[in-house]
């Protein structure tokens, strides 16, 4: 059966499609594929630089038949990042529109989760203290 498929992409449904692009995209993720839906839905790919996992951004307009009210934070769990820089991380998504959920050091790593416009968690997991630039002298 895992030879037959492959794991391509997660869909989160949306209530404003321009609105969670321009997130995405401020966060770095690029479009790689849109379409209209045969009921009147919109969908937009997108992949984020080095990985090719997918997120199918889905809306749906009040009155199509798959349009239904939001639970923010019960469909969806989060997207997890590594960075090296966790912190930046934090900043980059705070400057795109995110809100921070949480944020906490375990052990090593620092963990930080944030909200996008429709309220789904992202995570972006690195060590506790960015490790510093070694200086190099040419004495």
């Known amino acids: ?12 449904r949306v209530r404003q499609l321009a609105k969670s692009l321009d997130f995405y995209r401020k966060l770095g993720f690029r479009v790689v594929a849109r379409g209209t839906m045969q009921h ?7 992949r984020y630089p080095g990985s090719h996992h997918r997120v199918e951004l889905n809306f749906y307009p009040k ?4 349009w239904e009210p939001f639970r923010v934070g ?9 960075s090296p820089d966790p912190a930046a991380w934090k900043a980059k998504a705070l ?3 995110g ?5 906490f050091v375990e052990g090593k790593h620092r963990l930080v ?7 789904n968690w992202l995570e972006a997991f690195g060590p506790a203290e960015p490790r510093k630039r070694r200086r190099t002298s040419f004495a």
């Open 63 to 66: 009155a199509n038949r798959f």
């Open 95 to 97: 400057r795109a529109g």
């Open 113 to 119: 989760y944030l909200r996008d416009p429709d309220g």
């Open 40 to 46: 009147g839905g919109e969908w937009v790919h997108l």
């Open 99 to 103: 809100k921070l959920a949480a944020e």
């Open 1 to 12: 059966m895992s030879g037959e498929a492959k794991f391509l992409y997660s869909g989160l």
């Open 74 to 82: 019960t469909e969806f769990d989060h997207f997890g990042f590594y």
